[in-house]
């Protein structure tokens, strides 16, 4: 069975330092991975998708199979950047499998 | 994404009676999802539908009955509701072919 692993509750850093709010997931199938974030009284949204390897608002996340890892990451974070983080795993019938959830708070 | 809609935004009931959290979308996409959101379990699916006449079991369906007579709704019901039902309900949308799920606003339901 499938299962997306988000191991800290909350991460709570100084604005300007790096981020790393972790992901990993355990899946028999070829993974397709997603960072969805909900910022304060906004909706969930896509951040971003492994598939397309970009960056997104100084975010970026690598699929690395060996550690079943998928790891977001961001160089120097932003106050606009505390949100709920939550990373999750595209199931065959096209269904997501969400971790538990990362609280961002990025501290002035 | 005003596209995709949920009512009630809020609902408090009491053990034993049935809801339905009505879900709405304008785009036409086939695929339609209804999940829960509680603390320490981020998002769990209950049920999902490829197409209208076409819903399925997610991980936590018992419980709850849902319908799909048009592409448009999703009706969620919860037959008899329980204590343990309390939660944050999010509806979603995606395209048939494409990977990124739309989320409505949620409906935050208190069973007492």
């Known amino acids: 069975a499938q299962r997306v692993t988000q191991p800290e509750k909350l991460l709570s850093v100084f604005k300007g330092a790096p981020v790393e709010l972790k992901c990993n997931y355990s899946y028999s199938g070829s993974p397709e991975l997603f960072w969805y974030v909900q910022y304060s009284r906004q909706r969930l949204q896509l951040l971003l998708r492994?598939?397309s390897r970009e960056s997104i608002k100084g975010f970026t996340a690598d699929l690395n199979k060996g550690e079943t890892s998928f790891h977001l990451k961001k160089p120097f974070a932003q106050e606009e950047d505390s949100a709920m983080y939550y990373c999750?795993?595209?199931?065959?019938?096209?269904?997501?499998?969400f971790g538990s959830g990362t609280r961002l708070q990025v501290q002035p | 994404d005003a596209g995709i809609t949920q009512s009630p935004r809020y609902k408090i009931t009491e053990t034993g009676r049935q809801v339905t959290l009505m879900c709405h979308q304008t785009?036409?996409?086939?695929?339609m999802f209804w999940y829960r959101q509680d603390l320490g379990h981020g998002l769990r699916l209950i049920y999902y539908?490829?197409?209208?006449?076409?819903?399925d079991k997610g991980e936590v369906p018992d419980g709850y009955v849902v319908s799909r007579s048009k592409t448009e709704n999703f009706p969620l019901t919860l037959e008899s509701a329980t204590r343990s039902q309390t939660s944050v309900y999010f509806c979603?949308?995606?395209?048939?072919?494409?990977?990124?799920?739309?989320f409505g606003p949620g409906t935050r339901l208190t069973v007492l």
């Open positions: 979603a949308s995606s395209e048939q072919g494409t990977d990124t799920q739309y």
């Open positions: 999750a795993l595209l199931t065959g019938r096209r269904a997501l499998t």
């Open positions: 539908s490829a197409a209208a006449d076409i819903t």
């Open positions: 785009w036409s996409h086939s695929y």
């Open positions: 492994h598939i």
